[in-house]
């Protein structure tokens, strides 16, 4: 009876709710004029992709050249997640590991009714991803909350089609806010948590409140077993509203404001250290030059408390209030410098492509044909997750000669033979004038490497 009450008590203080039970009947099955009014806007979405599969024989000293291709043949892929409808034109939103990479969407909804998708936009460090159903018109869809009014204990439903066995509606609360210290899957940020069951199949499903709005996207959960323990995560709604304008505005790539700066979380020696109390916010411990927040007065040792208004703890948590705001806007930092409680208004901006790139892709009457190579800058940079710190000629692909070879991703090349490398137009002269017997001398993350091989 308590429960009955607690549910009839919620419903009552949510308007936007249609039907307010009335009788017995109606208040045990309290839920039921909500999912009526959420439901027609989750779908299912099925999703194929061909992967190319590896050969038995790859690495193999002695086999590996002679049956490279070798079983080597391009196989279907298929996966099956969830997916919200965010406009009554068909724009859905889903997850990036259900859709990404995809070669063919089809969406059904709930009625049954089948849609074809255009994947608009996609970013795998957020596993998020934009869908455009095509010839959709007057589509039931879920409007968006503000995430950031959401608070830990309120009533939260998750709608999905777990294990493909249908659409399944789950109840639950959520059970905290800015999950910044879980990697899942794909994503890494900041979450909301919830106990609501959810289940393989969920992925891009709804996280709706109790007036039938959006407050996430499922995207996780955290098991030993692959079933639910009631820890799920969705990405919130906040960060979703500016995919939709990303995608809306004609990008394929969700472009997050560049910070320019090292960072990390205060601690308990750190705060004592500074004298500032209880640990909070997020200490500067390097600046690139060309950073918006080094031009708004912030420096290394300054601690940012507050973007926004709103604290911040974490690296991730402060990129995902700078991507929250968006590129081309300008946000509210508070921070703490010298001892002083101080606040500036920080520009977000796109990461610069100074210098310039100057991106050479060798071709085929090159030593290593296939292998891409850019100047480092600060978009590079972003792109490929590198310290800001670097300065040289970075490998970003090493093309299918190159990786026999050992190069990978995020190389940077030191020296061919007896000459340095300081631009990416210097490395195919070098390779010719060092063949046949090729030495090159890189950087791997901290470590030097030599890679030794007959041209």
């Known amino acids: 009876m308590l429960r009955i009450a607690i549910a009839l008590a919620l419903c009552l203080s949510f308007p ?31 999703a194929s992709r061909l992967v190319q599969s590896r050969s038995p024989f790859a690495g193999d000293p002695l086999f590996g050249n002679i049956f490279r291709d070798f079983g080597a043949r391009p196989q279907v892929q298929n996966s099956l997640g969830s997916g919200v409808i965010l406009s009554a034109d068909g724009i859905v939103v ?57 608070e830990v204990g309120e009533l939260v439903l998750a709608i999905g089609n777990p294990f493909g066995v249908g659409q399944t509606v789950s109840s639950g609360i959520v059970s905290g806010l800015a999950r910044s210290g879980v990697a899942t899957g794909n994503a890494r940020g900041y979450f ?14 709804a996280l709706i409140d109790t007036a039938g709005r959006l407050i996430g996207v499922n995207t996780s959960i955290m098991t030993r077993s692959g079933g639910s323990n009631g820890v799920g995560f969705a990405i919130p709604a906040a960060l979703v509203q500016q995919f939709v304008d990303q995608a809306r505005a004609g ?37 690139h ?11 290394a040792g300054d601690v940012i408390l507050k973007v926004d208004g709103l604290p911040v703890n974490t690296p991730p948590e402060m990129l995902f209030r700078m991507s929250v705001r968006g590129i081309g806007h300008v946000a509210d930092v508070d921070y703490l410098s010298g001892g002083t409680e101080r606040s500036a208004q920080v520009e977000m901006i796109a990461a610069p492509e100074t210098p310039a790139r100057a991106a050479v892709t060798l071709g085929a009457r090159d030593v290593l044909p296939g292998l891409s190579l850019s100047r480092i800058n600060p978009a590079v940079e972003t792109e490929l997750g590198m310290s800001f ?65 007959r041209a």
Do not use: C
């Open 16 to 46: 936007a709710l249609a039907d307010v039970p009335q009788s017995q009947a109606q208040i045990s099955l309290s839920f039921a004029p909500l999912v009526k009014q959420a439901a027609p806007a989750v779908v299912n979405i099925y």
């Open 94 to 150: 889903s997850n990036y590991h259900v859709v990404g990479q995809a070669t063919d969407i089809r969406v059904v909804l709930n009625n049954g009714a089948e849609y074809g998708a255009n994947l608009l936009l996609a970013d795998e460090d957020s596993d998020l991803a934009i869908l455009q159903l095509d010839g959709a018109q007057d589509m039931p869809y879920l409007p968006l909350r503000d995430s950031d009014t959401v």
């Open 192 to 205: 909301i948590q919830t106990d609501a069951p959810i289940n393989p199949g969920n992925s891009g499903g």
């Open 251 to 287: 990008s394929d790539r969700f472009l997050r404001p560049w910070a320019g700066i090292s960072s990390q979380p205060v601690t308990s020696d750190i705060s004592e250290s500074l004298g500032m109390g209880l640990p909070t916010g997020v200490l500067i411990s390097a600046v």
């Open 289 to 299: 030059p060309a950073s918006p927040f080094a031009k708004a007065g912030l420096k």
């Open 389 to 453: 710190t670097e300065d040289g000629v970075i490998v970003t692909d090493p093309g299918p000669y190159g990786t026999r070879i050992g190069l990978r991703t995020g190389d940077m090349l030191l020296a061919i033979g007896n000459g340095a490398v300081t631009a990416p137009s210097d490395v195919g002269p070098l390779l010719r004038k060092a063949a046949p017997n090729v030495t090159i001398i890189l950087k791997r993350g901290t470590s030097r490497v030599s890679l030794r091989f």
